[in-house]
């Protein structure tokens, strides 16, 4: 006890003085900064830059980490489409990315070279990517609540061409990738050909790409025939494109266009104050006319393929709109005209018989006259009846509209939406027209190969994409017994199995029961499980497939065909009350 004593003393005597030495550590430190306050403010100011330098630079080592290949801008001039082509080798459709036509410097207007330059980097010459000056001046006007861009030609192909990496947020680090990744460009390319870049894929609205596409779509010529004021609306459009639309916005896009030819001026492009003032005061002459997609003949059909080529491209590495495939099709071109010709007819003479029937039920008493009209002409007209008498079913419609969605989506109560859409004349036409109209799917097969050789997904294309062959879901009926019956063959049953065509009532697993009906009454005789499904009756089938097994029933199903669609297990999948689809049935069949 003795000896320890003294040891312990020792010890809480160095703990003392060393906690003695911290605060007079710290008044030599408050010593030091009295006699040199300058000195010390500036020692700290430096420490924080040195700290903040050495983040900012981990920070954009890590972004130029992560920067794009620029190698690949050159692609996009190479880049070809892939092509679908039919059994006999005719082309079907293309996969390209957009619509545009690729121009040297030399075919295009030299007045579209002044006034981009003019307009949108004045010193696009003088710089290497980033002009500072400007960046910094864009900063300085944003701070003061005027937003400004300050990114030059370069930085703005940068975002063109790689919009995936770059992004479009407004921060800092869209900013600073934009920038690496054009001080990269101008490292790889020349002026020349970083400004051909640029006119060939600066998009202009209604999927015109490039300077070639947007002068054939707003004045119909090439860009090389363009004159001054009309350069100068097309430039213009860069600084938001749907803003100085000079098709929906004809008085912006005029006095836009009006600056664009200003500045041209004040940067020096020969242009006689006369001149200038005529141009000024020219309308803007426009010729629009949107450019037909060159994807030659676009179908249900090449839209599906196009899903699953993406899905196969996407697993291995592929860009299907510029890699150059060629992809063969197993579908007949005689066969699919054909098909195309049954459809039409044949959903035109039901369409006849159905405008009818919607005649009818609109009204107790209809002329001979207005029916004939009805059904020659499908006209709202002869349907004013049953839109008047149904004021709710159309309202209905109106609700399922993706366009009742899109009111609702831009803050509209339910009630203004269905106002406004209400007194839309067009849509509410449009609108009509469609729930009135019948639609059909056809696909024919190959049943020893499971070849596509037709496939019709609705009356027209261009009228109506939703695909009837692969999207569509009904209820497939009796064309789904024989899947129950072909269940009960492969669980031993016999096809001279005999059951009692009789009343039927089967115990539901969640309670209750399900009594299956057919048209007639019940023969109450004995029937074969052959006979059953050659008559298609419903109180037969039901009885083979308590026999089978629903999941017996289900497995084969999918093992024939219904790969997709869900089919619930209860014993009235029997009489085919789970939707699939036509292509679904079609492969079970083949």
Known sequence: ?????????????????????????????????????????????????????VVAGLYV?????????????????????????????????????????????????????????????????EH??????????????????????????????????????????????????????????????????????????????????????????????????????EAATLVGMLKGTYYYNPVLHPERAKARRNLVLQQMQEQGTPLPEAEFQRLRERPLTLDFERQVNSLGVRSHFTQHVRKWLLDWAEENGIDLETAGLTVHTTLDPVLQEVAEVAVARQTQALQNVADVEWARSSTA???HRSTAYARLNNSDKAFSHLWKSRPALLQSFIRESPDFAEARAEGLSEVEALARLQEDEAFIAALKTAKTRLEAGFVALDPKTGAVKAWVGSRDFTRDQFDHVAQAVR????????????????????PTRAYEDVPVTIRLAGGGTWRPTDMSAPSLRRMSMHEGLVHSKNTITAQVMQDAGVKQVVRLAQA????????????????GTSPVTLLEMSSVYA
């Open 128 to 229: 290497r990517g980033m002009d500072v000056s400007r960046t910094l001046a864009a900063v300085f006007h944003t701070i003061q609540g005027d937003t400004q861009g300050g990114s030059t030609l370069t930085q703005q192909l940068a975002r063109n061409l790689f919009p995936e990496h770059i992004g479009r947020a407004r921060n800092v680090t869209r900013k600073v990738k934009e920038i690496i990744t054009a001080l990269e460009i101008e490292r790889t390319y020349s002026k020349q050909q970083i400004l051909e870049s640029y006119l060939n894929t600066v998009p202009f609205l209604y999927n015109a790409f490039g300077i070639e596409m947007a002068a054939r779509t707003y004045f119909k010529k090439s860009a090389a025939e363009l004159d001054r004021a």
């Open 365 to 367: 008493v209809l002329s």
């Open 61 to 125: 080592a890590r972004l130029v980490e992560q920067a794009p290949d620029v190698a690949r801008m050159g692609e996009t001039r190479l880049a070809a489409p892939s092509v679908i082509l039919a059994a006999d080798g005719s082309e079907l459709s293309q996969f390209q990315r957009q619509q545009r036509q690729w121009l040297s410097l030399d075919q295009i207007s030299p007045h579209v070279l002044d006034a981009l330059l003019a307009t949108e980097d004045r010193r696009f010459y």
């Open 475 to 494: 209820q497939p009926g009796s064309t789904f017994k024989p899947i129950v019956y072909g269940a009960a063959l492969e669980q031993g049953l016999s």
């Open 1 to 53: 006890m003795g000896m320890g004593f003294p040891y312990i003393f020792t010890m809480n005597t160095d703990h003392l003085a060393s906690a003695a030495a911290g605060p007079a550590a710290i008044r030599g430190w408050r010593a030091r900064v009295r006699r040199h306050p300058f000195l010390s403010v500036f020692a700290l100011l430096s420490l924080g830059l040195v700290m903040a330098s």
């Open 560 to 575: 024939m065909g219904v790969r997709h669609s869900p089919l619930v297990p209860v014993p009235s999948l029997a009489l």
